[in-house]
């Protein structure tokens, strides 16, 4: 089947070319910039993308996934100054956790997984011809700056008015726009090279321009023709990079080679949480951490991410979350009750391997939604439609184990694991003791000793996931 998928370039709905021969399908999205934990927010856009990576790889596009690390900018800068480390050792230890919770999530892993500073003179390559073309100066300050004015197609991507476009070299502070990120009102020259400041620390690689480091855009237009050519099948990314990020990609790329940088463009809407955005002052920017700690599984949560379409923003809940449970309890019903019509048992459905076959299709509403611009929830309705209306235990054998081998390509699809795990491994007396101790410090609210209790049962190999009235404890 072809996959049909909105174009943020034309905003139209194209279909997605099969590459042909030995040819991938080259995909680039905008990974996290590592100075913190991802948050729901972050994982809404890299869960819509991982369904997108799967269901490419099912119907036998061949992607090659590129999804990039930002570990050099002015957060990263800033944040590893704040706490005394360097660079390295600040980003390592949140890329970690960021690939951590992309297990947790059963996400796909990426072909390729490039760091900017590891691609630092990829971008310094890319800024000489930039320089060499006239699209790139360096600016009194001693920055190297890119020329909006230069590039004719500035803004094509964010459809804005070419003829109202004002563009300058300076802010209207009068200052050169120095900031890795600005408004869309502030169309100014941006910065492709920062000379080195004090602030930096030691954060400077050497350039024809002087010591320095590479402004935050240039990195994926560098990395993206390093690892998928000149010109690729889709970028994908936020609806929140869309301008300035994306636009910038566009130019500098574009600018040197004077190809189409990537065929199609394909943004994810914004998450909001109970209505609002979300931010720290309004203590609801929620980690996959804080889900868990609030005792809802991360299948509940991934479901829950993944059910809005892609194009509209998405309100988070806890009544969303319940709901995905509630959900997904449903999804395991139907699997248990065709596993025992087929005799078949939880390991061999894990390990089944998809494959799709289109004239074979037990659920063609599914297929033809999932295909229909990444139809989610339409293809979840689909779904249940079709289960709900099967009668188990008037299958045969083989007709239950049919359903059961497409069942398993439509949920590695999805990245769902639908069988709900029952406890299998006794806690030790020790531990269960330790969680009560942590229990009477907590109700006493004697939060020091409980958190130590908490550190101690994890240091163990145990965690313990409250509620109202009490507590699980579960193996790491």
């Known amino acids: 089947m072809q996959i049909q998928l909105s174009d943020s370039l034309t905003r139209s709905v194209k279909p997605l070319p099969v590459p042909e021969g030995q040819h991938h399908f080259g995909v680039y999205c905008c990974g996290p910039t590592v100075y913190g934990p991802a948050h729901i927010g972050n994982f809404r856009t890299f869960l819509v993308q991982d369904v997108l990576h799967r269901l490419l790889e099912v119907l036998g ?23 005394g480390l360097s660079l390295q050792a600040f980003t390592e230890q949140w890329t970690k956790i960021f690939h951590k919770d992309c297990t947790h999530l059963n996400m796909l892993l990426p072909h390729e997984e490039p760091r900017a500073t590891a691609h630092i003179e990829a971008q310094v390559s890319l800024i000489q011809k930039l320089m060499d073309k006239g699209y790139a100066y360096q600016g009194s300050d001693g920055s190297v700056y890119y020329k ?32 890795d990120e600005y408004d869309r009102e502030c169309v100014a020259d941006f910065a492709l090279w920062k000379l080195h400041k004090e602030e930096d620390g030691d954060n400077a690689w050497e350039s024809p321009w002087g010591k320095g480091r590479p402004g935050w855009h240039i990195e994926c237009s560098a990395m993206a023709m390093q690892y998928l050519g000149e010109t690729f099948d889709l970028h994908g990314g936020g609806v929140d990079l869309c301008f300035p990020h994306h636009e910038n ?45 609030k005792n809802f599984s991360v299948m509940a949560l991934r479901y829950a991410l993944i059910a809005g379409h892609y194009h509209q923003p998405l309100n988070f ?89 497409e069942l398993a390509t439509v949920f590695y699809v999805l990245g769902l694991k639908v069988l709900i795990d029952a406890p299998t491994e006794d806690v030790p007396e020790a531990i269960q003791l330790l969680a009560q101790k942590r229990w009477e410090a907590k109700k006493n609210k004697d939060f020091a000793a409980a958190d130590s209790l908490r550190q101690e049962l994890e240091s163990q190999g145990w965690k313990v996931l409250d509620s109202k009235d009490g507590y699980t404890i579960e193996a790491l």
């Not at 999804?67 to 704040?82: A, C, F, G, L, P």
């Not at 040197?256 to 914004?270: E, L, M, R, S």
């Not at 779904?383 to 359903?403: G, W």
Request: no cysteine; net charge negative; proline share 3%.
């Open 61 to 83: 596009y061949s992607p090659y996934f590129v999804r990039n690390i930002t570990d050099v900018d002015d957060k990263t800068i800033r944040q590893s100054q704040q706490e």
């Open 148 to 179: 909006v004015d230069a590039f004719a197609d500035y803004g094509k991507l964010n459809h804005l008015d070419r003829e109202a476009l004002q563009t300058q070299s300076t802010t209207s502070s009068g200052s050169q726009n120095q900031a």
């Open 317 to 405: 809940t806890f009544d969303t979350l319940h709901a995905a449970s509630s959900a997904l309890e449903k999804l395991d019903k139907g699997v248990r009750a065709l596993l025992k019509q087929a005799s078949m048992d939880e390991a061999v459905f894990e390990g089944l391997k998809p494959d799709y076959d289109d004239g074979a299709s037990l659920f063609p509403g599914f297929w033809a939604r999932i295909t229909d611009d990444l139809n989610v929830p339409g293809a979840l309705g689909e779904l249940f439609k079709a289960i709900n209306s099967l009668k188990p235990d008037t299958l045969s054998s083989e007709e239950a184990t049919k359903l059961l081998k």
């Open 249 to 293: 990609e566009i130019a500098q790329a574009e600018a040197v080679t004077g190809k189409p940088f990537a065929h199609h463009w394909f943004h994810i809407a914004h998450l909001m949480v109970e209505g609002q955005k979300m931010s720290k002052s309004l203590g609801n920017l929620y980690t996959l951490s804080d889900i868990l700690e």
